[in-house]
């Protein structure tokens, strides 16, 4: 199994310009999150999904990001402006459910905006 | 409000040494913790949890409810070992979110 997929892997954009991160959770898994990690941090938790519901949004910054999970599979993650200041890893996780179970994460795309 | 504290950055030891990666916390329920590991070049991955209560890789981790600790500790260090390791805290219920520290990287020198 391939686990969670993550793309781009990469992105360098100027500020101002949008970005999209896109995620496939692994097969069969409910609950997805977007997590944002800046250089020398932990994880932070930017929105969690229940199938195709938003159920924690609290983190994400609504002015500028957005996000979506259409039939409950995919999810991107768009930024649109980009800042100077979101240069950092987006890492995208699934879990069968939410709750105490174990989160898989992908392999992150690491956002560089100058 | 959650907080996962790692006070230490960095530690090296050689290999065989003991290892011990501190982690307090800060929840006023019954939290579930867990330690994450991000191997080079690799996502980062559960390594154990403390409601599972097993040995992984050789580590251990005790939760101390007294000190709000869970420290992750392994006798004897092997190279393989050398990661970032992040402790990470949940709090009760469906709703609960993972509350990451800010990690320590361990470094075992042949």
């Known amino acids: 199994e391939a686990g969670v997929v993550q793309s781009p892997r990469y992105k360098i954009i100027e500020k101002k310009q949008p970005v999209a991160f896109w995620c496939n959770p692994i097969?069969?898994?409910?609950?997805l999150y977007w997590y944002r990690q800046n250089l020398g941090q932990g994880p932070e938790l930017l929105i969690r999904?229940?199938?195709?519901?938003?159920?924690?949004d609290s983190q994400l910054p609504k002015d500028r990001f957005s996000a979506e999970r259409l039939k409950g599979v995919d999810s991107t993650l768009k930024i649109q402006p980009a800042e100077l200041g979101d240069s950092a890893v987006y890492l995208c996780?699934?879990?069968?459910?939410?709750?105490?179970?174990?989160?898989?994460f992908g392999p992150g795309t690491r956002l560089t905006v100058t | 409000a959650q907080r996962v504290t790692q006070p230490e950055k960095l530690l090296s030891v050689f290999k065989g040494a003991p290892v011990e990666l501190k982690c307090n916390y800060s929840?006023?329920?019954?939290?579930?913790l867990f330690w994450y590991v991000q191997y080079s070049r690799q996502r980062l991955q559960l390594l154990l949890r403390?409601?599972s209560r097993e040995s992984i890789k050789g580590f251990t981790a005790d939760l101390n409810k007294g000190e709000t600790s869970f420290h992750l500790k392994k006798p004897f260090a092997q190279e393989e070992d050398s990661a970032m390791y992040y402790c990470?805290?949940?709090?009760?219920?469906?709703?609960?979110?993972?509350?990451f520290g800010k990690g320590i990287t361990l470094s075992v020198r042949p």
């Open positions: 990470a805290l949940s709090g009760n219920g469906a709703n609960s979110k993972l509350t």
């Open positions: 996780a699934s879990s069968p459910r939410a709750g105490f179970y174990e989160q898989y």
């Open positions: 999904y229940e199938n195709e519901e938003a159920v924690d």
């Open positions: 929840y006023s329920g019954s939290p579930e």
């Open positions: 097969s069969g898994h409910n609950t």
């Open positions: 403390h409601i």
